[in-house]
C-alpha cells in the first residue's frame, strides 16, 4: 500500500482545470523548524472561485501551509498569494484575504459593537449593513460581551463579520473544532448559501471531512511536508473508483493492483483504484466513487505503517 | 479633523481604550471619588466637633470679622492659593501613582496577552501592520492614559471644590470668589499637561524595554523584564565586590536597572534636575511647582544625553518588539 501511495505522490502536480485566476501558487515551499521538517518543497496551486479542502494527518504540515499563505511565518522557496509576497506584504494581502483560525480567536473582552465599529474602521472592504442583518438572525445583542458567549455564538459572530467582507480568499482552520452538530451544518450552510460565489475562493481544513465532502470542488492532499493529491473532485470521480468485491473475486481484483484493499460486511472486501480500466473493475462489482475519507486513507495509509 | 478621527489608527487606540477602560479609567475614577468622600468624612468630623463645642460660625457678608477673613482671602493671599495648589497636586499625585502601575502591566501585556489568548490571530486576519499596531500601544501609553489621568485629576478637583464650595457656602462664605475665581491651580494643571512630551521622552527605554519582553517572551514577560536587569545589577555588584572590571554600581543600577523599570513614572525625570547642576529654576518659580520647573528648564532636559541617549534606546527597543509581532510563530 505504501508504495502505491508513493508513486501517486511523486506524479507532478496536476494543474487545476478551470484556467481560471490563480489565487495561490506555491513552489517548494519549505519551512523547517528547529528539528523538523513542516513543509517540505510543497508544489500546489489554487483558482479563483473553488472550495478546497486541505486534507492531511496531524502534523503533516496543514496549519504551516495556511500561517505561510497568511503571511504568519517565514518560510523558503516561492508563494504567490492573490499576486503579492504574504511575508513583505501581508496588510495589504489582508485587504483580499480572511480567516478564521479556529473558534476561539476572538478576543474575550471586546463586546459585539466593538467589533463591529473596530472592523468597520480599519477594513475598507467590510460593509456593515450586510454584518447587521447576518446579526439579525442570531440571539447576539450589541452589548453582549465575546466572553458571555457560547462557542457556537462566538463563531456566528466571528462568522457574520467575515462574510460582510468582500474578501477574494477566504481561509479556514478547523472552524468547526468544538461546535455542536447544530452550529456546524449552519455554519457550511451560510458560507455557500450567503457568502461564496465564483469571485471568491474558500481555502479549508478540517479533520471532519464528510462534513464538507458535498461543498469541496477540490483536493489537496498533504502528507510529511508534500502535496500527495492534487486533484479536483470531477477528476477524482473519474480517476479513482471503489469497488466491492465478493471473496471468489477477490484474486483476480488484486490483480488490478488495487491503491487499497479493505474488509467489508459478509466476507467481501472494499478495492481501490488509481486510473484503472472502467471495463474490468465493472466485472468485479458494483462500482463507485470512493468518499475523500476513504480515498485519503487509502492514499495516507502509509503514514501511519 | 473628520478624516483623522476616521483614520484607522485612531480605531487602534479606540480599541485599546476599550481593553484598558477598566484599569485606565475606572481605577482612576475610584480613587479620585475616594479622595472626595474622605474630604466630606473630614468636614463632618470638623462639623461635629464645632457643634459639640457649641460654635456657631456664621459669616455675614458685611460683618467685621466676615468682611476682613473674606477680603484677606480673595486677595490672593499666598497660603489660599497654596493650599488650592496643594488640591490640585493632591489629585495629581494620586493619579500619576495610578498610572505608574496601569502603564507598567499595560506595557508587560499589550502583546502578550493576545499571544496567550490566541486573539492575535483575529488581528492578524486584518489589513493593520504589525507596526501600526505596536505604535497604537505606545501612543496609548504616552499620550491616552495619561491625558486620561489628568483629565480625571481635574475632574476630581472641581468635584472637590463643589464640596467645599457647599460648605464655604453653609458658613456665609462666598465660594465664587474665594474658590473659583483663582487662576493658580489651574495654570498646575496645566503644567503638569505640559509635563506629558517630557515624561513620554523620559519613559521610552522603559516603554520600549515591557514592549519587548511582551513581544518577545514565551511566557512570563513580567519575570524577564524585571528579573534580567536586577539579576544583571546583583551581578555587576558582585563583580565589583570581588574588585574585577565593573561597571560603576551606580551608574548601573540608575540607567540599566532603574531606568527601564521605573522611568513610565510620571515626572520621574525630575531627577535629572538634581544629576545636573547646570538647572536653574528661577526664584519666582514659587510652592509645588518649583518641583517640576519652568516650562523652558522642563524642556531643556530633553537636551541632556540621558534623555536622547534613553530615546534612542527606547526607539530601537520598540522596533524591536515590532519586528517580534511580525515574526513571532507560535499559535
Redesign the interface.
Known sequence: MNVAAETIAERPATPSVDGSDTVIQAHGLTKLYKNARALDGADFRVGAGRIVGLIGPNGAGKTTAL?AI?G???FQGELEVLGMDPRRQ??????D?????DV????????VH?AI???A????RFDRAKCERFLERTKLKPNQRVREMSKGMIVQL?LAIVMAIDARLLVLDEPTLGLDILYRKQFYQSLLEDYFDENKTILITTHQVEEIEHILTDLLFIRDGKIALTTTMDEMGARFAEVLVSAAQVEAARALHPIDERAAVFGKSIFVYDGADPEPLARLGEVKRPSVSDLFVAIMKGTYA | MKALV?S?F???L??EY??ERRGALWSQVTLAAILIVLSIFGIIVAEAARIRAGVNVHFVTGGDIGQTLASALSHDTPGLVLGLDSMMWTFGLMAALVLSFTLFFYLLGALYD?RK?????????????DTATVLSKVVTAILVLPLIALGVTLAGYLGEQIVASIWFAAHGLNPFTLLWAHWGPYSTWLHLVATIPVSAVWALPAIGWLLFWSAAARSKPFLWAVMVPVLAGVLNSWIALLRLPHVPIEFFWGNLVARPLLSIIPGSWVTTYAANPGFVIPADITGIDRTLGTFGTMYQTLLQPEMWIGAIVGTALIAAAIWFRR?R?E?
Request: aromatic letters at 14%.
Open positions: 500561517k497568511l504568519l511565518t517565514d501581508r496588510p495589504q494581502l489582508m485587504r484575504v480572511c480567516f478564521i483560525a476561539a480567536t476572538l478576543p474575550r473582552w471586546i463586546r466593538e465599529d473596530f472592523v474602521g480599519v477594513h475598507p466571528h | 476616521k484607522p485612531v480605531w487602534l479606540r480599541r476599550w481593553q493576545d489568548d490566541r486573539s492575535i490571530l483575529f488581528w492578524k486576519s486584518l489589513p493593520v501592520s515574526w510563530d499559535v
